[in-house]
C-alpha cells in the first residue's frame, strides 16, 4: 500500500492553496512527491517533500 499525503497543495492553474489527499512517489532523484488532483478543476498537482 502505497504512502498518503493529506494537506495543503497549490494549484497553479487556480493560483489558490487546496486542501488535498495525494499518493506520495519518489522521483529519479531520491526525492519524495505528493501527487493529486485539483478538486476544483482536475490539473495534476505536485508538492515535494524532500528526501527519500
Known amino acids: 500500500m502505497a504512502d498518503k499525503y493529506n494537506g ?3 494549484c497553479v492553474k487556480c493560483k489558490a492553496k487546496v486542501e488535498a489527499e ?14 493529486s488532483k485539483c478538486p476544483v478543476c482536475g ?7 524532500g528526501r527519500a
Do not use: H, P, S, W
Not at 519518489?26 to 519524495?32: F, L, P, Y
Not at 490539473?43 to 515535494?48: F, G, H, P, V, W
Open 8 to 10: 495543503e497543495f497549490y
Open 22 to 35: 495525494g499518493d506520495i512517489v519518489v522521483n529519479d532523484k531520491g526525492t519524495k512527491m505528493a501527487k
Open 43 to 49: 490539473t495534476t498537482l505536485n508538492r515535494i517533500l
